[in-house]
């Protein structure tokens, strides 16, 4: 029987992080940590563990109630090797390639390619087009996909808990590229043109992944067809979304044989 509820962020300073400790704490009679490996926590066998987006490798983070290992959480980090897993799955991404003369030959045609110089970086990190004359060094090249919509679609425990559909905000500079929140986008509750198949998509990527818990980036382009671009193993969590994690989480917790 779990005890204690333990949130393991990639940073003490996680805001979505620490939205959910005070959400699970608004629901929740016992025990809610947020803690880092300082030498201050000792894990117990009643803990569940809440791994969130954190991929260091811990002897005690093998263990068998802790949600997301770490292993996975990097695996999942790691853009290149998202692509090649949701491929082997038959699950749609943009087309991809490491091979600089192959992204030279797809600008040639007139397609757009990305350079990903970072392969765990986020919110547009790292990303620089690629022309004719000159294409970047870089470890992933990404077909740049005109889209119509973009989703979240959030999956714990093999079902969807919550699906956001990405807008324009009213602030910053709006850049239709890369839909960050820092290039003037936001999440609304605004999807109930995406199929059921599609959420079920997101479903099958978080578990190819190796992850109990993820929030899947869904586009559609103008033929109306949808790819996975990632799957955020800390996604921000705000309003409604928080409260759908913690009733996952709870659920999660007092199922516990």
């Known amino acids: 029987m779990y005890e204690r509820i333990i949130i393991f962020p990639y940073k003490m300073a996680s805001h979505s992080a620490r939205s959910l400790q005070a959400g699970l704490r608004s629901k929740f009679e016992g025990k809610v940590l947020c803690v880092f490996p300082n030498g201050r ?5 009643t803990d569940l563990i809440i791994n969130w987006g954190n991929s260091l490798d811990l002897d005690w983070m093998v263990a068998t109630n802790i949600l997301n290992s770490s292993e996975a959480v990097s695996r999942a980090s790691n853009k290149l090797y998202t692509f090649n897993i949701l491929d082997l799955y038959n699950i749609p991404t ?10 030279l030959s797809w600008v040639a045609l007139g397609r757009r390619v990305l350079a990903r110089k970072q392969l765990h970086g986020h919110s547009g990190a790292g990303i620089e087009e690629c022309t004719v004359t000159d294409i970047p060094k870089a470890p992933l090249y990404v077909e740049y996909i005109p889209k119509i919509a973009e989703y979240r679609v959030h999956v714990f425990d093999g079902a969807v808990i919550d699906i956001q559909r990405k807008r324009k905000s009213t602030n910053g500079i709006l850049d239709k590229c890369i839909r960050s929140h820092a290039n003037g986008w936001v999440f609304t509750r605004n999807y109930a043109d995406l199929p059921r198949s599609e959420a079920g998509i997101c479903v099958t990527a978080v578990d190819a992944l190796s992850l109990d818990f993820g929030a899947v ?8 067809k949808h790819f996975v671009l990632e799957v955020n193993t800390a996604p921000g969590l705000e309003g409604t979304t928080i409260d759908l994690y ?8 007092y199922n516990n044989d």
């Open 41 to 45: 926590y000792h894990p117990r066998k």
């Open 94 to 103: 943009p087309a991809f390639t490491t091979n600089p003369d192959v992204a």
């Open 246 to 253: 913690t009733t996952a989480i709870l659920q999660r917790f």
């Open 217 to 224: 980036d869904l586009i559609v382009d103008k033929q109306n």
